[in-house]
């Protein structure tokens, strides 16, 4: 399942330097649900509408009311299964070693900074295996 970001649109850049040379830095909220205490402004793409130089396509919004504007409950979805496990681009281990870690430590004969050296890895991370906190499947 592939993600596609709006930064990802071939024209992203090329519309928005167009916005920002004509109409200039973003510099006020336009959210329904804004508690204006934000100093960082965004132009956002109206939903519904392409990548285009048409300055009614877009508005202005604070940083937070931009990120809960462009993400949905389905983007959630998308972008935490789509960089999972051996899939994220930091992962050093793959599931058949995580898996191996979990079973040589369930009997406590080698200790997790045991594990960390030999799979070159910190053992936070050999913990957060063994509590479940990562690589839950």
Known sequence: MKLELKQDHPDYVKVHCWL???????NKCEGDKCNNKSKSFH???KDGFNYT??????FNLCASCHKKYD???FTKLKMSKSKRGEKHPLSKLTKKEVE???NRYKFRVLTQKTLAKEYGVCEHTIHYI?????WKN
Do not use: P, Q
């Open 43 to 45: 132009w956002a793409l």
């Open 20 to 26: 920002r040379r004509k109409y200039g830095k973003a």
């Open 100 to 102: 191996e870690i979990k």
């Open 130 to 134: 063994i509590k479940g906190r990562t």
């Open 71 to 73: 993400i949905t409950d």
């Open 53 to 58: 130089k048409d300055r009614n396509a877009f």
